[in-house]
């Protein structure tokens, strides 16, 4: 979460669901989520099993014919810390700190400026590493905007996290789907432009996030 929530081997809510629910209304058709391996993601819109995967960009598929959709989410990689601890200022103040990251996972806006100096702590998923920072076993953490914003929501400990991030990069997600699938990608980006104008897809994103502070 909030990407994907999962009861009995079916996905029952998160961010996707409640996207493509939305789009299947908006198409007036019915959804059917299928569960697959992430390494086999693509087998399906391959063997038109399925007709679009959402919350994608070019560059985590293997596929270079798949057509693309326009923005589905912004989203933010994102350095965070306990409210103990300062938002950092500058990626150069992760040098030679235990910052937690995801196993597998590259970080080359990161790895780049850092080289050696870069120190990973992996763990196999941002809740692991949620659970380290909030433990003190490092003092930094990075993980996406989407999911920091949801932890601070529902999170057992969420007055612990620090509000104040630094963004390390920022980057849209799309939907992928076949040159000669069933849905065309005019169809798509015409059902997508309609739940923007009116704000579901802002409403999606509202719901797995903390209530935003008014002015007083």
């Not at 929530?5 to 809510?13: I, K």
């Not at 596929?63 to 912004?74: H, I, L, N, R």
């Not at 409210?83 to 790895?111: F, K, M, N």
């Not at 992928?176 to 169809?187: F, V």
Request: charged share 25%.
């Amino acid at each position: 979460m909030p990407h994907t929530e999962f009861q009995q081997g079916q996905l029952t809510g998160g961010l996707i669901k409640a996207l493509g629910d939305a789009l299947a209304q908006e198409l007036g058709l019915s959804a059917r989520y299928l569960l697959v391996p992430r390494k086999r993601l693509e087998a399906p819109l391959r063997d038109g099993k399925a007709d679009v995967v959402c919350d994608m960009r070019p560059e985590w598929l293997d596929g270079k014919d798949w057509q693309w959709s326009e923005t589905v989410f912004a989203n933010h990689e994102i350095v965070a810390t306990r409210r103990d601890t300062a938002a950092i200022r500058s990626i150069y103040e992760l040098r030679r700190q235990r910052v937690g990251t995801i196993l597998g996972y590259r970080y080359p806006h990161v790895e780049q400026p850092l080289d050696d100096e870069f120190t990973r702590d992996d763990a196999a998923n941002n809740d692991q590493n949620l659970a380290k920072l909030l433990r003190k076993r490092f003092t930094y953490m990075i993980t996406n905007s989407l999911y920091y914003d949801y932890q601070r929501k529902v999170h057992p400990e969420r007055a612990a996290l620090n509000p104040l991030t630094y963004t390390v990069w920022s980057f849209d997600t799309y939907c992928a789907l076949p040159a000669q699938g069933k849905l065309s990608l005019a169809t798509l980006d015409h059902a997508l432009q309609s739940l923007k104008k009116r704000g579901r897809i802002q409403a999606i994103l509202d719901h797995f996030r903390p209530p935003r502070r008014t002015a007083q």
